[in-house]
């Protein structure tokens, strides 16, 4: 889920059900105060106040390094003199003058447009999941495809980074079949076969940033394809659509447990320099909530599953959700963006919503082979 925030907007701190914006920036120019943005992932998220693939600028603060940003304006006081901003001709308000009115706590997105479009795909992932497995495997697959899509085309915007898309996309929906079909085999000889296919493919252009762009290709292919395959693999049991389910309340709960704790109760960051809006109180949160549903699922959805065990695939989940949205945010913040993409109103782009869901994923699968076995 896209690079969430656990809380309020960062004097409070929250953390969203998706920082899908997860990315928060701050930038600070001499004669400036700071200017923070908050991000909103959903469900697994940060404020967006500008478009949501802007540039991004990440400076540290002053006060973080020792600088001090009022010596410029004290001078310009005692001389008599307005402080006005290089590139805006106002003045700046003086010490004297009323504080600024509080503002409202803001998830930052367009709420409406957020829960439609997730009710939306809710609604088509368990049509999908309960019909007809093969369907599921495409809704995968298409996934996959969309989300290498926007990774690729931002490493190309932001770094000029060519990871080649051809060989990846038609790996990586080759990766979901394989492990769909042969299991955790096949989907690392598909996993094999796309990075070589990207080696080769990029053989077709000049040399120049050759290393560079295949090493992004293959850490795409891992990163996107390679991880979701494991949900593909959760479906060949036989009570493969209720772990699949399983996988993904967990996944969603994690996240809206952060958000409704850290919202509520958040005041000591998490991660202040990579996604300021996560704050420990939602970690908590998001355990707790994980845990309570992971037990009501072990216990009446996976065959043969006990209480106890979804505890800790709860806890489980929360932390690799968490490390996922954290991820995610490092990613966003060295590409200067605060979304992967527009495609989806109210959360950004398809890799914003999967940000949580593919790191989550092969711990799922592994922990209920373990607990209940792989039929």
């Keep these: 889920m896209n690079d969430s925030s656990w809380g309020a907007p960062p004097q409070a ?19 400036h105060g700071h200017v923070r943005g908050a991000a909103w992932a ?6 967006h106040e500008a478009p949501q693939t802007r540039p991004m600028p990440i400076v540290p603060d002053a006060a973080e390094y020792g600088g001090n940003q009022d010596d410029d304006r004290g001078a310009a006081r005692l001389s008599g003199s307005p402080v006005r901003n290089e590139t805006n001709p106002e003045p700046m308000p003086d010490a004297a003058d009323p504080a600024p009115k509080p503002q409202k706590k803001s998830a930052g997105r367009d709420l409406s447009a957020a829960i439609g479009v997730g009710v939306g795909l809710g609604a088509v992932i368990v ?79 000049p040399p120049e940033n050759y290393l560079r762009d295949v090493t992004a290709g293959v850490f795409a292919a891992f990163y996107v394809p390679f991880l979701a395959t494991f949900v593909a693999m959760m479906l060949t049991a036989d009570d493969g659509p209720q772990r699949v389910l399983t996988f993904l309340l ?35 949160g998001a355990v707790a909530f994980a845990m309570v549903v992971g037990a009501l699922c072990l216990e009446f959805l996976i065959d043969d599953g006990a209480w106890w065990q979804g505890l800790l695939l709860g806890l489980a989940v929360a932390v690799s959700a968490t490390l996922g949205d954290l991820g995610e945010s490092m990613i966003k913040r060295d590409l200067g963006i605060k979304d992967m993409g527009t495609l989806l109103p109210g959360h950004g782009g398809i890799m914003d ?23």
Excluded: C, N
Aim: aromatic residues 8%; charged residues 15%; positive net charge.
């Design 13 to 31: 701190g929250y953390w969203g059900p998706t920082d899908q914006g997860h990315g928060h920036g701050h930038a600070h120019s001499p004669g």
């Design 42 to 47: 959903g469900p697994a998220y940060d404020a």
């Design 127 to 205: 049509a999908s999941l309960f019909v007809v497995k093969a369907v599921f495997v495409g809704v995968i697959a298409v996934a996959v495809v969309v989300g290498l899509w926007e990774l690729t085309k931002r490493l190309d915007e932001r770094k000029g980074i060519r990871a080649p898309l051809v060989p990846l996309a038609l790996g990586g929906a080759a990766m979901v079949v394989a492990g769909y079909v042969r299991g955790a085999e096949g989907a690392w000889v598909a996993m094999a076969l796309t990075a070589l296919a990207v080696l080769v493919w990029r053989m077709t252009e």
């Design 250 to 284: 967990l996944t969603v709960v994690s996240d809206t447990g952060a958000y409704a704790v850290g919202w509520r109760f958040g005041r000591h960051k998490l991660a202040p320099r990579i996604s300021p809006g996560k704050t420990r109180e939602g970690l908590l």
């Design 353 to 375: 919503r999967l940000d949580s869901l593919l790191p989550t994923a092969p711990v799922v699968w592994l922990l209920l082979v373990l607990f209940v076995g792989s039929g």
